[in-house]
């Protein structure tokens, strides 16, 4: 079965630099969530999307923006990168917003 | 606000041999559902099991069942025959309004052969 993508999988980058991630959600999935992981920490909940309107925000950063397109892909757009940015950032799915989440397998940003 | 709660950071378990991680949550809610995820070495987010608040029957998927207590908030995770593979951080989760799916703070499982 197809599973969420999310590209790419590993990004470096400098500090203040700019950084896009993408993600593609299950065919016929119209939900789509945002989650930071750091390093020894549970993921946390930053922004989610149905329908291509936001439909919930958590503790994302105002240097953070995402959105939803057309088809259903997400991007999460991160400016001014801090050293504290650097983690796991995950991707999910769901049909409707109200079932399953499923995971992508993560981009690991590192910060220098 | 909805909290979730695992009390075992580390758990131990001989391979073949019955392991249960624990988990308490906190809603106001009376229909919702509680999920348990894997994280093995690699980062990914697996999902293991799926429980829904307004069945009374336990979800079991292979070697993997819960037992849900409603009344308790509790939301147990059993594996049996445990397989070295299973060795894993586990995290207990509860979808807050249906998005913002809120973790516990894992239970690093190992399996000794």
């Known amino acids: 079965a197809a599973g969420v993508i999310q590209s790419p999988r590993h990004l470096i980058k400098e500090k203040r630099e700019t950084a896009t991630l993408k993600c593609y959600p299950i065919p016929r999935h119209d939900t789509v969530y945002w989650y930071q992981q750091g390093p020894g920490q549970d993921p946390q909940f930053l922004i989610s999307?149905?329908?291509?309107?936001?439909?919930d925000k958590g503790s994302i950063p105002d240097r953070f923006s995402a959105q939803q397109f057309s088809d259903y892909h997400s991007e999460l757009n991160m400016s001014s990168l801090e050293l504290g940015d650097s983690a796991l950032y995950f991707c999910?799915?769901?049909?409707?917003?109200?079932?399953?989440?499923?995971f992508g397998p993560g981009t690991r940003l590192t910060v220098l | 606000a909805q909290t979730v709660t695992q009390s075992q950071p580390e758990m131990s378990v001989q391979e073949a041999e019955t392991v249960t991680l624990s988990c308490t949550y906190d809603t106001s809610e009376s229909d919702y559902y509680l999920f348990w995820y894997k994280q093995p070495p690699s980062r990914q987010m697996i999902l293991v099991i799926r429980?829904?608040?307004?069945?009374?029957q336990n979800a079991t998927e292979n070697r993997f069942s819960v037992n849900f207590q409603k009344a308790a908030k509790s939301f147990s995770l059993k594996i049996s025959d445990s397989q070295l593979g299973d060795a894993a951080m586990y995290f207990c989760a509860y979808p807050y309004n249906n998005n913002d799916m809120r973790f516990g703070a894992g239970t690093r499982l190992t399996v000794k052969p």
């Open positions: 429980q829904e608040a307004y069945k009374q």
């Open positions: 999307f149905y329908e291509k309107m936001q439909s």
């Open positions: 999910a799915s769901s049909w409707r917003g109200k079932d399953t989440q499923y």
